[in-house]
């Protein structure tokens, strides 16, 4: 795949986890492609990728799953 950014053809697909919004309205979206480039070490989100995010964020109270979300202390 090319690279949107530097044009050279080692970018690979990844699928990574984002969080949106906090507290009550946060939403988490696992498994993301996202575009990682080890030429230039950038990574980013394609333009259908982004369409894609926001219509899960405007549906989300229909399509997302409730789970509980253990948090850890970096100490």
């Known amino acids: 795949m ?3 950014i530097c044009g050279k053809k080692n970018a690979r697909i990844r699928h990574i986890t984002r969080s949106y ?10 498994n993301i492609p996202a575009v990682r480039c080890p030429s230039c070490g ?3 989100l394609t ?5 894609e995010i926001e ?3 405007l549906n989300s109270k229909e399509i997302a799953v409730r789970r ?3 948090v ?3 100490a």
């Open 2 to 4: 090319m690279c949107d």
């Open 21 to 30: 919004g906090k507290g009550s309205k946060l939403l988490i979206i696992e």
């Open 42 to 44: 950038e990574t980013y």
């Open 47 to 51: 333009a259908d990728t982004l369409h």
């Open 55 to 57: 219509r899960i964020k």
């Open 68 to 70: 509980s979300v253990p």
């Open 72 to 74: 850890a202390a970096f």
